[in-house]
């Protein structure tokens, strides 16, 4: 057996189990990630936040003192990056002292992102650019399927807008939905649903790769907010996007994006984990 400190957080209910290693000292297998973020067997989560330097993670060519967030899927797969679990990691870095400061910059695989805390308690993140596709990709779900918008923002996004026959409270998101062809996204997607309540307010849900269906997905947000924008014929706009777990502010400005939403720590323990080796 082996004994690891935690934190856990969530951002709209889109939850995360969290470990400092400040040098990447700890050999983090993907079993070890699966069995963490189990919600019977371990302590549950959408995904892992492993705080290291930046120096310790392999081919950064960045600046090596940064906090680098290194985000696993629930599955133990690697993703380029995670809106909410962006806002958790800012959280856990400002409540154990690792930051300060109006701004604080993190490294990521989808490269450097900042983050403002703001006075009502939310935390406001830089997202970056967002890129649309011009080509449709052809989504699949069921014997239902749409022409949806491919996004990326850091990380493989697909946005299909659900009409009002097709209610997306009634969706089946538990398995994952396919898509054609199916080389658009080799190493999996994201796939957002969205009903459209207004210009600036939208409403969704999301099948994350890796972890299924989620509370919250906070670049899908932006991906639908973009996706939304795009159908509506311009580049800049304030998006309120509803979620499961709540709702996200996305900013949109000729390309570059900011996601606005609420991060809370909820407990510290320590973890036994099986040596299943």
Same mark, same amino acid.
């Given at each position: ?12 209910? /889109? ?21 963490? !973020? ?11 936040? %492993? ?12 600046? +090596? ?7 696993? /899927? ?42 403002? +805390?703001?006075?009502?308690? %939310?935390? %406001? ?11 449709? =990709?052809? *989504?699949? @779900? ?5 022409? #949806?918008?491919?996004? /990326?923002?850091? /990380?493989?996004?697909? *946005?299909?807008? *659900? ?13 994952? +939905?396919?898509?054609? +062809? ?13 009903? =459209?309540? #207004? ?9 994350? %790769? ?14 639908? #907010?973009?996706?939304? !924008? ?43 984990? #099986?040596? @299943?080796?």
């Amino acid at each position: 057996m082996r004994t690891w400190k935690f934190a856990k957080g969530h951002g709209t209910m /889109n939850d995360f189990v969290i470990l400092r290693d400040r040098h990447a000292m700890v050999k983090l297998t993907d079993d070890d990630v699966r069995q963490l !973020c189990d919600r019977r067997a371990g302590i549950g989560g959408d995904g892992l936040l %492993r705080v290291t330097l930046a120096s310790s993670i392999p081919g950064w060519q960045g600046d +090596p003192d940064l906090w680098f967030m290194d985000y696993r /899927n629930s599955d133990g797969s690697i993703a380029e990056m995670c809106g909410n679990g962006l806002r958790v990691f800012v959280r856990y870095l400002l409540e154990e002292d690792l930051a300060s400061g109006e701004e604080i910059v993190v490294a990521t695989r989808a490269g450097v992102k900042r983050a403002w +805390p703001l006075m009502d308690g %939310r935390i %406001r993140t830089d997202l970056g650019s967002v890129s649309l596709a011009d080509a449709p =990709v052809r *989504v699949v @779900l069921g014997a239902l399927s749409w022409d #949806a918008t491919e996004v /990326n923002v850091g /990380n493989p996004h697909a *946005v299909c807008f *659900v009409e009002e026959s097709q209610q997306l409270a009634t969706l089946d998101l538990s398995h994952a +939905p396919q898509w054609q +062809p199916a080389e658009r996204f080799p190493d999996g997607a994201n796939v957002e649903f969205v009903e =459209v309540l #207004a210009d600036d307010h939208i409403r969704m849900r999301v099948h994350e %790769r890796g972890s299924g269906e989620t509370m919250s997905c906070g670049t899908g947000t932006v991906a639908a #907010a973009a996706a939304h !924008c795009r159908r509506l014929g311009i580049t800049s706009a304030e998006v309120r996007v509803d979620i499961p777990g709540g709702w996200l502010e996305v900013g949109l400005d000729d390309g570059q994006a900011t996601l606005t939403g609420p991060a809370v720590l909820v407990a510290h323990g320590e973890a036994q984990l #099986a040596d @299943l080796s």
